[in-house]
């Protein structure tokens, strides 16, 4: 089972700040890496996939890198709306693992 | 655009069987385009995948769990269920219902989630 590793755990930050998340992984997932942010109460919602691609109506400060074992989630200035849960997934031989999630709060 | 709705009772006695459905609108569940999937949320904790099924009937499920997890297919009801048998506390959590185009991840649709709490 390939294992995510995000960090840091939690993130302090304030509006306008620039966020940068990090995910690990136990082996190569190539690039069938995704990003979720999830709100309270809320289903996740898909923000990045295969890597650095960008889902349908997601902002321009939101970006990710990287490939194998070491990924990034980056946004550029953060909005009031962008504190919440990020997880990162990974879906190699059709069998999907989460990261524990990165909290970002404001400071 | 897919949407996806999670029903079944929401409290379930311990060494019970859970039983989870999910109705597909908008969409064939029949589509060979697709797989669909259960991940669940423990009350304030992470997400965890419980397993999928594909086209082909092809199931994958999470190793933790395997033993007690099937996941079906209800074509003349555009439907997918979930099974867990045995359940503990350890498995009350909001259980999601998720599907994806295989080929074309920016496709990723998921239900509201229900929770399910596993209580005498």
């Known amino acids: 089972e390939i294992v995510l590793t995000q960090s840091p755990a939690t993130l302090s930050l304030s509006p306008g700040e620039r966020a940068t998340l990090s995910c690990r992984a136990s082996?190569?997932?190539?690039?069938?890496l995704a990003w979720y942010q999830q709100k309270p109460g809320q289903a996740p919602r898909l923000l990045i996939y295969d890597a650095s691609n960008r889902a349908t109506g997601i902002p321009a400060r939101f970006s990710g890198s990287g490939s194998g074992t070491d990924f990034t989630l980056t946004i550029s200035s953060l909005e009031p709306e962008d504190f919440a849960v990020y997880y990162c997934q990974q879906r190699s031989n059709r069998r999907i693992t989460f990261g524990q999630g990165t909290r970002l709060e404001i400071k | 655009q897919l949407q996806l709705q999670e029903s079944g009772p929401g409290l379930v006695k311990p060494s019970e069987t859970l039983s989870l459905t999910c109705t597909v609108s908008g969409g064939s569940i029949s589509s060979s385009s697709y797989y669909w999937g259960w991940i669940r949320q423990p009350p304030g904790k992470g997400l965890e995948w419980i397993g999928s099924i594909y086209y082909s009937g092809s199931t994958y499920y999470n190793p933790s769990l395997k033993s007690r997890v099937t996941i079906s297919v209800d074509t003349s009801k555009n439907q997918f269920s979930l099974k867990l048998s045995s359940v503990t506390a350890a498995d009350t959590a909001v259980y999601y219902c998720?599907?994806?185009?295989?080929?074309?991840?920016?496709?990723?649709?998921w239900g509201q989630g229900t929770l399910v709490t596993v209580s005498s």
């Open positions: 998720r599907t994806a185009a295989a080929g074309r991840p920016d496709l990723d649709y």
């Open positions: 082996q190569s997932v190539s690039s069938y």
